[in-house]
Each structure stands twice: as structure tokens, then as C-alpha cells.
């Protein structure tokens, strides 16, 4: 599209009544990987590049955590190779083979500017999201004010002088979330940082986690639809584009986490969606399944591919890969992995 394009949006938003619409600021990011001569960094794992390569991209392999398939780094290629500009219709339609690998926000807001795409056959990625922010942004500021009200409801467990500082630090956080501008990038992770300030200056250190916990509900464009759409109406064509199927990357995680003094061997990595690795970041395995009972079962389909390739020589130098995640995974969380399959 050329030429300047005048935005108007007729939805109220019930917060702010400002209907200005946000500048766009368009910004074009790929997914890189940091490769030398015999080793691969994939987050902060560093084993042989060749073999990690081929154990993440086991055509149709399951995420350990939710068991949902991934996409291969040979179709992302190919998907992040499309065309993202102009017309969102034709552009989304190009997208439609890739929806099954979509996690469920991001299959979600697809299918949101699908419809939005019919009833605005001109208007690009970026224009959409535009035209939707300030509704978005009305639904997203009800969740963050309900949660902020939560942790204010807490104030009772603490001590006169935590309870005033509990009072200082909410009133620093609705500052954050409705006096900012709206596109200030980062404020949910400031609003986290300063409840964890709030820990240092407090003797209820139990309470404070308690609080803390709570915060973590605080929409995340990974996992929320309103949060997506606010965060990426101040992104391009090409970034809200990708973003669409980022999440569904292989990645390899660390069974005990690397910050833990985990191992970077493949006996203590499993490969798991870039969202759920990102999601459960140094939480211990035990602690992970009980908030994820799913990932028991979830594991072993993972494995069970695993060894399908092996058995099929498709999967070379991982001959002892399953028995070593099985030890690793019974010393650290006392999951008995089946591996039963394999073939000595």
C-alpha cells in the first residue's frame, strides 16, 4: 500500500476515552541462530549443531510440555519467506496451511483478522490490529485491574508499615497501567520488578511471594488474545506476521535448568515448543508437572517419536538418548519413563 492511510476507530474504550490511534512503528525481527564451528547455541543449550538440528526437527515431533507438534526449521524457512505486506486477506490466506501448528492465542488472533480482513478487504496486518487496539486495550486493562485488586486484597496478612508500602508500590503500578502512554513498551515486566522490590523492604517474605505468584496472572501476549493485539498493533507486517508461528518452534530445554548447574549433554535436554520452554524458564520438573499434569503423558509421546526414529535409523547418534533422559528424568522428579520400545 502507498500513500498515507487516516485510521479510525469507533470502538469506546471505557478507561481512556483518548481514540487517538498509536504510530506505527514497524520493526523487522527473524529468529537467528548463533552457529560456530561444532557447536550450536539454541537458547543457552551448546551441543553438536548437526544432532541438535536433527533431534529438533523430527518431522511431526510432539512438544514434551503440551504435546501439541512443532513446526521444523525447514517449513519456518518457508513460512518466514512470505510476503506480509498489503492486503491482510490474500496475505492470511497464504497462512492458512501453517493454522494446525498455531497455539491456541495465536490461532486465535489469526482467525480474529480473518474475519476482520472480510469486513476490510484493504487494510494490512498493522491496520487491523489499529482498529481494534483501543478495544483490546479496554479488555486488557480489566484483567490487570482485577489482579492488581487481588494483590491489594492481601494488604490485611501484612504489617502496618508493608502495608504501607504495599499502598506506595499499587499506586506506582496504576500509574503504570493507566496514566503511561498506552504503547510504553515493557510495563508488565515492571510491574513485576516492583512488587519484587516491595519484597526487599518487607519482614513477610512468605506473603510477598504469595503476591508475587499472583502477578504471573498477569496477561502476557503469549498466552492472552488482548495483550497479543495491543502488543503487536505497534509492530510491521512482517513481525506480526511471524509471530503467528514463532511459538510452535523447537527448542531444547533443560531438564535441569542451566542457571541450576544443568548439563548441556543431550541427557539432560528434551525438545519442547519455544512457548513452553519460555513459560516454564527455571521452574524445577517437579514443581512444572504439578501446575502441567499433562507433561507426564506428554513426554512420553515425545519419547515414543524419538525412538521411532532410531528404530528407523532416521535419528542417528541418539542410540542411548532415551535411556540417559529416562535416568535423568528418574533423579530429578522420579518420572519412570518407558522406553521399553527401543530396539538393543
Known sequence: MTGSLKI???VYHPISKNKNCI????????????????????GSARVDKEDAFNL???QNLPCACCGKKMINEKEYAKFKSKD?????????KKLKPYVPYMRSTEKTVYNLLKRAANKDPNA????????????????????QLKIINDVASMKLELSPKSQKELDNTLAKVREIIFVEPKETRQKRSRIIKEFETLKKVCEEKQEIDTILKKLQQLPTSKDDVDAF????????????GQRLMSP??????????ANKSGHDNFS????????CNSHRGSIPYKEWFESHPEMLKNIQKNMNKVISEINGKRLLNFDNYPQEIKNTLSNVCDYNLDISTLRR
Open 8 to 10: 479510525t476507530t469507533f
Open 23 to 42: 504510530q506505527e512503528n514497524i520493526v523487522y525481527s527473524t529468529l537467528s541462530y548463533k552457529l560456530q564451528k561444532d557447536t550450536i547455541s539454541f
Open 56 to 58: 529438533r526437527n523430527i
Open 84 to 92: 506480509f505486506q498489503g492486503p491482510a486477506a490474500p496475505v492470511l
Open 124 to 143: 494490512d496486518l498493522n491496520t487491523l490490529l489499529k482498529k481494534r487496539y483501543y478495544y483490546h486495550l479496554g479488555r486488557l486493562e480489566i484483567k
Open 229 to 240: 493485539m495491543i502488543k503487536y498493533a505497534q509492530r510491521g507486517n512482517r513481525e506480526i
Open 248 to 257: 510452535s518452534l523447537p527448542t531444547l530445554d533443560h531438564i535441569i535448568p
Open 268 to 275: 539432560n535436554l528434551l525438545v519442547m515448543c519455544e512457548k
